[in-house]
């Protein structure tokens, strides 16, 4: 009898252990090579001497007269001018957009008479010119010497005197106002359509009333939606308010303009209202940053 027995017909099994580091082992031998991106380093590199180049010319052409623009960009009426600005945009958005809340909602209700109003005042309002809308606001006195409250196509029992009653800053932001509100009222629209149905139908299910699902469920949730569109038509609006200066308001471009028309320095007093733009914008992108964080909260992105 042999001491000896034959070897097994088959090896032993390799444990999941041995197999995950084999695996781990081949993948370390492998060689990895990162992706090439020649172009990208050239475009790099060619905006890189372009910006270069424009600094450049900043700095050095003695075109720009950059101590007229340190004299001016600060003083009392520019400073002024940059308040009636600001004072035309805070007016003209939240008029705007309270009007534009309420035209969105009137476009969707139920009620064939209410959606009728809301699309005439859009449609209206959307087509005829800013600065139109502006002069005829500023020539209302022109048209009609005073309005009358009464019965109508009869007698009139309280009047007022159209000439004392809008007066040039007045007709701006009613004109302002009145514009915004149409392209508002779309951007409100648009916001509350994004939000899924089934949000109403279950607060509906849940009995809450229905000033409160538009208040607490609706809006919050449309807000996502709502906000990229809504920032970009207020700064559109504060840049919009130099057109205003066709009615002699001494906002910030006007203010510019009487400047370099007494001094004749157009470039350097231009770059003035240029740097207070570009100011002013970045403040409001950066509000616009933290207020969409703060709506973006629970949303997975």
Do not use: C
């Amino acid at each position: 009898m042999s001491l000896t027995s034959d070897p097994p017909l088959h090896p032993p099994a390799r444990t999941a252990v041995a197999e995950e580091q084999s695996a781990v082992d081949a993948y370390a031998a492998l060689k990895v090579v990162p992706v090439r991106h020649p172009w990208r380093w050239v475009a790099v590199a060619a905006t890189v001497v372009l910006l270069a180049q424009f600094l450049n010319g900043l700095i050095t052409n003695p075109g720009w007269e950059w101590d007229v623009f340190a004299r001016f960009v600060t003083t009392e009426t520019i400073l002024h001018a940059v308040w009636v600005t600001l004072q035309l945009t805070f007016y003209g958005t939240v008029v705007g957009f309270a009007l534009g809340i309420v035209l969105a909602f009137m476009r969707l209700s139920a009620s064939p008479f209410l959606r009728a109003v809301s699309y005439a005042y859009i449609w209206a309002f959307r087509s005829i010119p800013l600065i139109v809308q502006l002069l005829f606001w500023f020539n209302l006195a022109y048209l009609y010497k005073e309005l009358e409250f009464g019965i109508p196509f009869g007698p009139g029992f309280v009047s007022f005197d159209t000439m004392n009653l809008v007066g040039a800053m007045s007709a701006a932001v009613l004109g302002l106002a009145l514009h915004q509100a149409a392209y508002a009222a779309e951007i409100v629209r648009g916001g509350v359509l994004a939000v899924d149905s089934g949000q109403l139908e279950a607060a509906a299910a849940l009995g809450i009333p229905r000033l409160r699902q538009l208040r607490r469920i609706v809006l919050p949730q449309a807000m996502r939606s709502i906000l990229p569109n809504a920032a970009n038509e207020i700064i559109s609006l504060f840049k919009g308010t130099s057109i205003v200066s066709v009615m002699a308001i001494g906002e910030l471009f006007y203010q510019v303009q009487v400047v370099y028309g007494r001094n004749g320095r157009v470039v350097p007093l231009l770059m003035v209202a240029t740097v207070w733009y570009i100011l002013l914008t970045t403040v409001l992108s950066v509000l616009q940053h933290y207020v969409e964080r703060h709506y973006a909260k629970g949303a997975v992105r």
